[in-house]
């Protein structure tokens, strides 16, 4: 039961242009989601996080949207970089915080 | 601020047999989560330890179990070792107050 989805496996950017990674979900408990970057040999890294009171959270180069009606948030990342390559994943959680679902993850690749 | 470690990087195990992974949290934090990620797939939540209690269990078998010290350390057990548990075991540790999880390198088991 996939309850955090990522459709897109893979995404190709140039460096300096925006990058926007979707996630969907199917459970409306949620009420708290995140997204880490993972680096091969790494853990995932938190990035970014927004609760299900807000549409938006911003830090730096990173933008998450929420849009709880149609289950569905983004991160934006503007402008891309390099280093930004890695793999994306969203993550969601319900109230009591002892349990994260995760999207199987979208591996963007930006090109110099 | 000494980080999520774990042990062993890499094991190789044959089906039947018994294997312990190791995790130590990062400083301040009293929250253990184990995750399983299978290649191509996002972290599949395994089981959370609070003070060295059960705090919340996903879809596996009881041949995953787990243990939480009092230093706030962790251990995942997986007994009965089958091909389908060959995997990136990730350890992450949080504060119960907060929502961000922080994850470690991970453990590569691969079963014969």
């Known amino acids: 039961d996939q309850q955090v989805k990522q459709n897109s496996p893979s995404l190709s950017v140039q460096e300096g242009r925006i990058s926007i990674l979707n996630c969907d979900y199917t459970n409306s408990m949620f009420d708290y989601f995140l997204w880490y970057k993972k680096y091969p040999a790494e853990g995932p890294t938190f990035l970014i996080s927004i609760s299900s009171i807000k549409d938006k959270n911003e830090d730096g180069r990173f933008t998450v949207f929420l849009n709880k009606s149609a289950k569905h948030l983004s991160l934006h990342i503007v402008p891309s970089q390099p280093g930004d390559s890695a793999v994306y994943f969203c993550?969601?959680?319900?109230?009591?915080?002892?349990?994260?679902?995760f999207g199987s993850g979208t591996k963007l690749n930006v090109k110099p | 601020e000494t980080g999520v470690t774990q042990s062993p990087t890499h094991l190789i195990k044959t089906r039947g047999q018994q294997v312990t992974l190791r995790c130590s949290s990062q400083?301040?934090?009293?929250?253990v989560s184990w995750y399983q990620q299978a290649l191509g797939q996002g972290p599949q939540f395994i089981f959370q330890?609070?003070?060295?209690?059960?705090?919340g269990r996903g879809n596996f078998p009881p041949r995953f179990s787990g243990l939480q010290f009092p230093n706030y350390s962790s251990e995942l057990n997986v007994n009965a070792l089958e091909l389908d548990d060959s995997a990136l075991y990730l350890c992450?540790?949080?504060?119960?107050?907060?929502?961000?999880?922080?994850f470690g390198p991970g453990t590569r088991l691969t079963v014969l």
């Open positions: 330890y609070y003070r060295e209690e059960e705090n």
């Open positions: 993550a969601a959680t319900a109230y009591n915080f002892n349990k994260f679902y």
């Open positions: 992450a540790s949080s504060n119960i107050s907060y929502n961000e999880q922080f």
């Open positions: 400083s301040g934090h009293n929250t």
